[in-house]
């Protein structure tokens, strides 16, 4: 069973990635990465000492402003893509740690960063959804 739980995080997490990254001619698509979050989830962004909690619809706000403000950066869409993972499930909860690559063009040349989510997330018939996510800017 453990197995099984950690195929269907493991596909839970890639669904994720799809729904956060978009192509140059396509937009974000909001409604496929909102069904991802429990309604009162929080993302957790650390910049150095700055720490930004926003709710699922705060974060769709700021990024979609993002995408306006500074078009360049996003001239080529945006890509992530989950690179390992591991995970800790109960009946009740499951923890992930998620290594991706992002790639964006940084209005230069496409850039690539490695970082790491760290998921709480809530088993909710046959899937999952995200009670909170955080990572560092």
Not at 29 to 40: G, P, Q, R
């Amino acid at each position: 069973m453990q197995n099984e739980s950690m195929n269907q995080l493991k596909v839970f997490l890639e669904s994720f990635y799809d729904a956060i990254s978009f192509e140059k001619v396509q937009d974000f698509d909001t409604a496929k990465f909102t069904t991802l979050f429990l309604e009162n989830a929080y993302l957790v962004e650390r910049n150095g000492d700055l720490l930004k909690t926003e709710t699922i619809t705060e974060y769709i706000e700021n990024f979609l402003s993002d995408v306006v403000n500074f078009p360049e950066n996003y001239t080529n869409g945006l890509k992530e893509t989950q690179v390992e993972f591991e995970g800790i499930i109960d009946d009740n909860f499951c923890v992930a740690k998620s290594k991706y690559i992002k790639e964006f063009y940084n209005g230069e040349e496409i850039e690539k960063k490695e970082g790491y989510y760290y998921f709480t997330l809530c088993p909710n018939v046959n899937n999952f959804k995200i009670v909170s996510v955080a990572w560092s800017a």
